[in-house]
């Protein structure tokens, strides 16, 4: 299947900025979206941005104008550049994507998640 590693996660005191990675590995045939999720203690789990095979991005109402999602096709890797951050950006992020991974000759539909990265905003 595909393993996501992510990396970038971290302490940074409010107003600071971190930049979280998430590289995919495996046999992949295509990706039609790549998102970040993220989840707070005692909190569901919440949609953060996506972007799509056609570069289309979507983003939450509460990170907006302060976080940026992108993507590198060539290494199958989908960052989250996020600046002015708040102490409610507090949470362990989550990257997802979704394709299709090759299975001997034929293709089969993959969704996957990475490990999580915590992002602690504190002063």
């Known amino acids: 299947q595909v393993q996501l590693v992510e990396s970038g996660g971290g302490l940074v005191q409010p107003g600071g900025s971190l930049r979280l990675s998430c590289a995919a590995s495996g046999s992949i045939f295509s990706i039609n979206v790549m998102g970040w999720y993220r989840q707070a203690p005692g909190k569901q789990r919440e949609l953060v941005a996506t972007?799509?095979?056609?570069?289309?991005?979507a983003y939450a109402d509460s990170v907006k104008g302060r976080f940026t999602i992108s993507r590198d096709n060539a290494k199958n890797t989908v960052y989250l550049q996020m600046n002015s951050l708040k102490p409610e950006d507090t949470a362990v992020y989550y990257c997802?994507?979704?394709?299709?991974?090759?299975?001997?000759?034929?293709?089969?539909?993959?969704?996957?998640w990475g490990q999580g990265t915590q992002v602690t905003v504190s002063s």
């Open positions: 972007i799509t095979s056609g570069a289309s991005t």
């Open positions: 997802n994507i979704q394709g299709r991974i090759w299975v001997s000759l034929m293709t089969r539909g993959f969704d996957s």
